[in-house]
């Protein structure tokens, strides 16, 4: 049988899908906190929450009022979206321009209280979410078999991503956006509403959480700890990228994907600690991240 480095090419090629697609929920996830971290400058341990949340209203919609997989591509990051603004308006708004240990506790607290409430309602097992029928079933690639619905979550981050990044690297609402990161009084005397683009770019962060939950609500069974589960391992995508670099949390999210699925064929027993191997590799070469500025 022909092998690549000893290694089948349908698991070598199955494992680089299984890691392309973590890498698109890393790409996704640790897109939304570099954008808020951006600007508000607060690590928000509550993106793996709001990510579960929505995950959850895409399982409300179908169970409750009967509205399949793509109404809850639409309304869960809106919903979200808005719960968001409220808690950018109501807490983290209290608690700004104090040190980043002040943001890193509520919004830490905000999340095991948002994961309990879920827990006590729905214990701590999944429950099911279909893949949507115009997605179901493969193509055969020869050397691997690809689900559709799999394909699709990777084109569906990648447009995401770089649709995020040329809005604010390529527009005049991101010129506004890094400008605010770096003097928000001098944007404000130009007439800009910056409490209200700091609210919106919060809500904005969390939508892109809930649209990263809702496309792995049919992969992933919907579970109040599948937040907690994957949240850890953005952090340190976000941290090797460089933190508050939009490029750098969409190219390292997926290179780190496919680098935990090569090493689950090579070194199994690795697979789970090798983001935080390459983490502390790339802190000791360059402490401010692979696409990070030194302060």
Same mark, same amino acid.
Not at 93 to 119: K, P
Not at 162 to 189: D, F, H, P, S
């Given at each position: 049988?022909?092998?690549?480095?000893?290694?089948?090419?349908?698991?070598?090629?199955?494992?680089?899908?299984?890691?392309?697609?973590?890498?698109?929920?890393?790409?996704?996830?640790?897109?939304?906190?570099?954008?808020?971290?951006?600007?508000?400058?607060?690590?928000?341990?509550?993106?793996?929450?709001?990510?579960?949340?929505?995950?959850?209203?895409?399982?409300?919609?179908?169970?409750? &009022?009967? !509205?399949?997989?793509?109404? %809850? *591509? +639409? /309304?869960?990051?809106?919903?979200?979206?808005?719960? @968001? =603004?409220?808690?950018?308006?109501?807490?983290?708004?209290?608690?700004?321009?104090?040190?980043?240990?002040?943001? &890193?506790? !509520?919004?830490?607290?905000? %999340? *095991? +209280? /948002?994961?309990?409430?879920?827990?006590?309602?729905? @214990? =701590?097992?999944?429950?099911?979410?279909?893949?949507?029928?115009?997605?179901?079933?493969?193509?055969?690639?020869?050397?691997?078999?690809?689900?559709?619905?799999?394909?699709?979550?990777?084109?569906?981050?990648?447009?995401?991503?770089?649709?995020?990044?040329?809005?604010?690297?390529?527009?005049?609402?991101?010129?506004?956006?890094?400008?605010?990161?770096?003097?928000?009084?001098?944007?404000?005397?130009?007439?800009?509403?910056?409490?209200?683009?700091?609210?919106?770019?919060?809500?904005?962060?969390?939508?892109?959480?809930?649209?990263?939950?809702?496309?792995?609500?049919?992969?992933?069974?919907?579970?109040?700890?599948?937040?907690?589960?994957?949240?850890?391992?953005?952090?340190?995508?976000?941290?090797?990228?460089?933190?508050?670099?939009?490029?750098?949390?969409?190219?390292?999210?997926?290179?780190?994907?496919?680098?935990?699925?090569?090493?689950?064929?090579?070194?199994?027993?690795?697979?789970?600690?090798?983001?935080?191997?390459?983490?502390?590799?790339?802190?000791?070469?360059?402490?401010?991240?692979?696409?990070?500025?030194?302060?």
């Amino acid at each position: 049988m022909h092998t690549i480095f000893g290694i089948p090419p349908q698991a070598l090629f199955g494992q680089l899908l299984i890691g392309l697609i973590n890498g698109a929920f890393y790409a996704m996830l640790s897109l939304g906190l570099a954008v808020i971290f951006g600007l508000l400058n607060i690590v928000n341990f509550t993106h793996g929450a709001q990510y579960m949340l929505g995950a959850f209203c895409a399982w409300f919609l179908l169970n409750y &009022l009967g !509205l399949g997989y793509w109404w %809850a *591509l +639409v /309304i869960a990051p809106i919903a979200v979206g808005i719960l @968001g =603004a409220v808690i950018e308006r109501v807490l983290l708004r209290q608690i700004r321009g104090l040190d980043h240990i002040y943001g &890193l506790l !509520l919004t830490f607290g905000l %999340a *095991l +209280v /948002i994961q309990g409430v879920f827990r006590n309602y729905y @214990g =701590a097992s999944g429950l099911p979410y279909q893949v949507p029928k115009e997605l179901a079933g493969g193509q055969n690639l020869g050397f691997m078999f690809l689900p559709n619905y799999r394909g699709w979550v990777v084109v569906a981050s990648l447009v995401v991503c770089l649709g995020t990044w040329l809005v604010i690297e390529k527009t005049k609402l991101g010129a506004y956006l890094r400008a605010a990161t770096e003097n928000a009084t001098m944007v404000q005397a130009f007439g800009i509403n910056v409490p209200r683009m700091v609210m919106l770019t919060y809500a904005f962060g969390a939508g892109l959480a809930a649209l990263a939950g809702v496309l792995a609500a049919p992969i992933y069974q919907v579970s109040p700890l599948m937040g907690a589960d994957i949240i850890i391992v953005v952090f340190a995508v976000v941290v090797i990228g460089g933190m508050g670099s939009i490029l750098g949390s969409i190219v390292t999210g997926f290179l780190l994907g496919v680098i935990e699925g090569l090493t689950k064929v090579v070194y199994p027993e690795a697979s789970n600690t090798v983001v935080f191997v390459v983490m502390a590799i790339v802190l000791l070469v360059k402490p401010a991240g692979l696409f990070g500025r030194a302060a």
